[in-house]
């Protein structure tokens, strides 16, 4: 049973023209919003009126209101119009007498209660013609049956959170036509991967697009990895797969073994399946890089639909602001003020409208922050926000908050806007960021109060007591700061943790080219006081990052730094033959520089092997392969270097090594070998020798 609430007047009035085209047999003309002289559905032959239909919307209402309404307001509407047949239609449920009352007051226009259709008739309607439900997806999110049986069906326990994730985004979609041309990409080859810049509406229009599936009966399937994919797949089950941001969410990660092998390999089963989709999406820039470090994906061809401006239209930005405003919970005056038509136009349309702003200005609990107290104080303060994002910010910024407040801040852009760990923790990257800032020192209390003043006025506390920002647009500030007064720097020479220099090397600082702020974080990350104290996790990630150097700077000029700490790595025995094997992809063979401490890095690990083959010893086939990866990838470096160690090394060993390589080969069988390393076994045996 259906109450309605979930519908906006004019989704109701669409749905209420809907039912009665069935019921009736005939077409319904619908207008744009607007006054509506009593008519929101008609049919007309010869300018005659044969029906007008109206309908009013008073699902959070009741009888008492309806009836004033109509007494004060329609019923002198009807008399102008004179119509042959006069529907009312409401959301509301009425009783015989209720009927009967409106039937009294319009004196003859309503010929009978049947037409009087309330709640109960409308859910009459949908259950005799169920197929008109499906065009409206806030129905299915009101219908607590309908979803839990729909959440209740997945057997996975994050297809069923996501599920419940997305009732919201369903609230505030608009189709666009990038959904058109997904939907029919879908249709056609059974997948497609949703991209576009962050902010456009990506995941909004996954989700979109997987209820028009769930709602045919397949089995939802929200994965973070493609062996979830494989793990769940079920010939016998019609299934959708959805897998958001599925190269990272903010950069490109790194691919485990074959991982871009077996997504290619799953799309195609998916491809040729008839009951199987698969919903993926990516930031366009990322899919462009994984693009060009994986071949596998580069030849793949994918099916995408990019996202574009162009998609909204001045008509969508409006009706993504009205779907925002609609289902916000400001008071009902509020809406009403923001959804008239020149405010409309006056911040949907300004040039710097996002949904972010959007999202912000329709908590009641930031427009209070503001001190926003009536309706024209929140379409002024609406319109200062799309004017100065940043400049909101800079006066409570210098000249409300101290220097603790303000290294507080600091920190936490650090740390992505959001820390989620121990309070202790953060309390102490904010007493570095103080020192270094400032020179001055944090004491427990002083930590204590800047938290309790900074919560709702620039940061949200959760009920995890994880912290973030309370608006999108301080990040933009604090850059804008860090920019305008070369800060950047600063804030590596504060940071302590892992988390904010990973942030730092991978969000802001440019790679693109030397400089002192990259050169301060390879200080910081092959620092022993630094990597001494990361966990054995850490400290691998840590190794990833400095062995990608050469991908970055192509150049030996940050080996000083980096060769204690490879020698530390090697010195504590960490990782094995299987790591390096892993750890050799991160560096293309044309980036990596002679003599390069990276280079030499994975050679050390080659001379025990080389041993055992002069020794006529057994090697594994993981030995084997990466004494000949090495020689593969870095012949070139290898040859012109000044490590006359290795090059004698291949020299004398050469034969042996081609004969455990081939030994490999024969054993191998072809159709089971996954790994490139196969293949490197093979080249090898055709490189000259050094």
Known sequence: ??????????EFELLTRDLLQKELCLRLETFSPGKDQ??????????????????????????????????????????????????????LSLTLNNKQKIIELFGGYIKNTSDIIDNNSLNN???????????????????????????????????????????????????????????????????????????????????????????????FIYITDVNEGWKLFNENKKQIFYYDDFLGSTRLETLKRNEDIELIDFINVIKHENDKKFILTSRDYILNDAEKKSE????????????????????IKKEIYKKHIISSTLPNDYKTELLKEKNIKAIALHKNYSPRIIEYITNIDNLKAHGVCCVNCCKQLSTFLLDNPVELWKHPFYEVLDNTGRAFLYTLHTFEGKYE?????????????????????????????TLHFLDGFFINIDEDYSISFKNPSII?????ECDKNNLWGVLIDFSIYSDQLDWLYYERISHEEENEWYEKL????????????????????????????????????????????????ILQNLIDVNDILEYIEYVESYNMPVNSAVLNFFIEFCYPIFKKINYNEEISREECELVCAIVVRYIEQISVSQNSRIKHEIFINM????????????TDNPNNIQSIYADNLIDYTSVPQV
């Not at 933009?476 to 804008?480: I, S």
């Open 296 to 315: 596998k994906f580069y030849r793949a061809n994918f099916v995408i639909q990019k996202i574009q401006e162009t998609d909204f239209s001045d008509d």
């Open 476 to 480: 933009d500030f604090l850059d804008y």
């Open 125 to 219: 309607f949908l259950n005799d013609y169920p197929e008109i439900k499906k065009n409206y997806s806030k129905l299915w999110i009101k219908d607590s049956d309908y979803i839990e049986n729909l959440i209740n069906r997945q057997t996975h326990n994050k297809s069923r959170y996501k599920l419940k994730n997305i009732k919201y985004c369903l609230n505030i979609f608009v189709p666009t036509q990038s959904f058109i041309d997904a939907k029919k990409k879908l249709l056609e080859n059974n997948y497609v991967i949703i991209t576009g810049i962050q902010g456009t509406g990506k995941t909004t229009l996954a989700n979109a697009l997987s209820w028009e599936y769930i709602n045919e009966d397949y089995d």
């Open 38 to 91: 009593g008519i929101d559905c008609l049919y007309n032959i010869d300018n005659n009126l044969d029906i007008v239909v109206q309908c009013k919307h008073y699902a959070n209402s009741n009888f008492s209101v309806l009836f004033n309404k109509l007494k004060k307001e329609e019923l002198k509407k009807i008399k102008k119009l004179q119509p042959q047949r006069y529907i009312l239609v409401t959301s």
């Open 522 to 569: 390879i200080m910081k990350f092959t620092n022993s006081k630094f990597y001494e104290s990361l966990s054995e996790q850490d400290l691998r990630e840590n190794l990833g990052k400095i062995i990608s150097l050469p991908n970055d700077i192509k150049s030996n000029v940050y080996d000083k730094y980096i060769t204690e700490f490879l020698n530390y790595i």
């Open 421 to 449: 760990d121990c309070f202790e923790i953060f309390e102490k990257a904010v007493s570095s960021a103080l020192s270094v800032m400032f020179g001055e020192t944090l004491t427990g209390k002083t930590f204590n109060d």
């Open 1 to 10: 049973m259906y109450d309605f609430k979930e519908l906006n007047d004019k």
């Open 655 to 666: 034969d042996n090594l081609r004969k455990k390589a081939q030994q490999f080969i024969d």
